[in-house]
Structure formats: C-alpha cells, structure tokens
C-alpha cells in the first residue's frame, strides 16, 4: 500500500535540531519520484474531494508538495511565508513556539472572498503554525477546507490546536 | 505568446527589501493556474531536452516550481537548503552575499555519481546562489546539465559567475 512504502521511506535522524529529539526527514521519499508521485496522488484525492480553489504553501518544504499539486488539479498556490519575506502588503500572524515566538504573513490580495483554500505542509507537530495559516486564510475571507500534511506527530496533539478543521495526514507517529 | 503573459504577471514592487530595490513579485503567476503552468511547460521543455535525472531544488521559491517539474516529468527533487535546516549529513558551501556571506546546504546521500541535475529556482540575480548550488551537486559527484529561472535580472551580470553552464530563464529584465 502506498501510505506503508511512504512510511518506510521517511528517514529518523537522531538528535536534530537538539539533543533528543527524533527528526522525521522526507528528503528520502522527495528524491523518489514513484513515492513522491504516490504522496501527491493521495493528497489530490483530498484536494479534489474538498472542491478546494486554492493552495496555502506553507514556508518551506510545504511548498514542493504545493506546486506538484497545482500542476496536478490545475489550482493557484499562495505562499504563507516566514515574516519579512513577501514583498507586497501583507496581513501577519504572531504564534507561539515552544520557545519564543514565530511570525507567519500572507499577501492581502491572494485569496479572493469565499474561497476555499487547502493548507499544505510536510508535517504536522504541535499545529501553531497551521493554526496561524489557517488563521491568515480566513482574515483574507476565504474558507479553510482541507488541512494536508505527510506526517502527523500525533503525541503532541496537533490537533487539539485544530478543532473544528478536516485535518488529513496519511502518516501518523 | 506564453512568456508575455508570464511577464506581465510579474509584479513590481518598489524599495522592498530595502530602498531604492525594485522587488519582482512572482505571487501573482503562482496564483494564476494557467500562468503556473506554462511556466512549467516551458521549463519541462529545457529539462526533457538535456535528460535530467535530479532537479536541485533551490530554498524557497525554487521548491514551488521543482515539485511541480517533478509531478510533471517523473524525476526525483533534492532540496538545497540554508545552513541548518537538512537533518542529516551534509556538504556545505559558503558564498557572498552584497553584505556579508550566506551557506547552502545539500544532504551527503541526495545525488549518485554520474547523475544530470537541473537546478531550479524563480530568479538569477548576482548567481552566487546558483554558483553555490552548482559547487553542491559536483562535490556529489553529479553534473549541472542545466539551470533553470523564471527571471533573469541581466543587469546584475549572473551569468558572468556562471560561464560553462547552461543557464535558462524565459523573463529578462
């Protein structure tokens, strides 16, 4: 099944980005264009099932999985970006991270009113940042239809961040 | 004509990220379906034609456009990355910057020898990026055999840090 060869391709690296943690890295199932394919084949299910009109890009590794998807359904991506990268007007959104703070932006003009918009990121951990998208998405007036991601940490409770969203992630720890 | 459209779709915006800088805002050709992929029909063109069996795929804007050539034509992305974002064993490469210096990174594993790599990212500006990116895949043992842009600011002169390479990008200012 897809979802297991997907699995046995992400890689642990130990003790990164700090002593203990167990970092869940992609690069092995990116270089692979059969399971990169197949990842995209199951997020296009959701995407095409949500009726969804645009793509929220999720700064950085969000945005390969975005463009292969748009290429894919034929929809618009929209990066939501780290702050002070976007040119143009911008609205911005303040989270917390475990330590400090994080600031995500997204243009004012990239969603028109009533869209309805997929989040798109590689991983799903404690959900602030995918809240504060989901949170740039609906001040731009547009809807959130779909949060998708590769792997969910389901141990540090991403969701409980995201009640009331359809989260999917095909790969769960 | 294709690459018209994509260019009127390039937006200016003026003193960003610094005075005096006139930014070349790609969102709104990310937004636009249609647009998205003609620039991706026009670099599958430049891929397929030099048998390309990797794209290098430059952090961050470069993602968006490698993963949807990748969708499109079967081949595997690597992820060249700013110091301290890959997890696990890496080359490094160190390059100016107008001020000061910046560090790319590539996984040790990401390419085999002998592989042909397209380098992928929206804008050739000053080419230490794409110099820096290049160094990457030939310390794999791998050869650039093309580098891809959506823009070219010829004034900045990129190609002259990158002679013997072959350099597209369809929107010149």
Redesign the interface.
Known sequence: MSVDRIRAAI?D?PD??EPGII?K?I?PL?????L??ET?DIFCEQVDASNVT?LA?V???G??????I???L??????I?KQ?????LTYEKRYDLEYGTATLAV?QD?FEAGERVAIVDDLLATGGTARATAELVETCGATVASMLFVIELAFLNGRGKLAGYNVFAPVVY
């Not at 990116?30 to 059969?34: G, I």
């Not at 002070?84 to 143009?88: E, M, S």
């Open positions: 890689r690296v990164f980005p970092f890295d690069t990116l270089k692979d264009p059969s990169f394919r995209i645009k890009a700064d950085a590794r945005f390969l999985f975005a463009g292969a748009s290429e894919r034929h929809v618009g991506v929209i990066p970006r002070g990268k976007l040119p143009y243009h990239a």
